[in-house]
């Protein structure tokens, strides 16, 4: 699979997986969140949450904030497959995040 995926592609990738291994319990959470809503943008449920999520503060944002950032703006432009090679690479780390994702994707999908 990494034969496909393109050089800049898994630099993006690669600093996503050492940020992930950087971040506390509460900051893989939310990141945990941000992924959900990516996988399910339709659900109106996640979408409440992240507007209840968001905070208007008159202070530059931190570390982890920029990261996520950037995460969203090279997410956006990733393709399916190279979206998946973040999963895999991501699982290679930590194994129980991942099953946690699919678990809440798997909740989220049979909510109504």
Not at 94 to 99: G, I
Request: charged share 20%; with cysteine.
């Amino acid at each position: 699979m990494e034969s496909n995926i393109i050089n800049s592609t898994l630099r993006e990738i690669n600093c996503v997986i050492h940020w992930f291994q950087t971040w506390s319990r509460f900051q893989k959470e939310q990141f945990m969140a941000d992924l959900v809503s990516k996988a399910m943008p339709n659900k109106v449920e996640l979408l409440l949450g992240a507007i209840n999520n968001m905070n208007v503060v008159d202070k530059p944002p931190n570390i982890f904030e920029c990261q996520l950032r950037l995460f969203n703006q090279w997410f956006e432009q990733w393709s399916l497959n190279e979206r998946n090679f973040m999963l895999e690479r991501l699982e290679s780390f930590d194994p129980v995040f991942v099953a946690e994702f699919y678990t809440q994707i798997q909740q989220t999908a049979n909510v109504s």
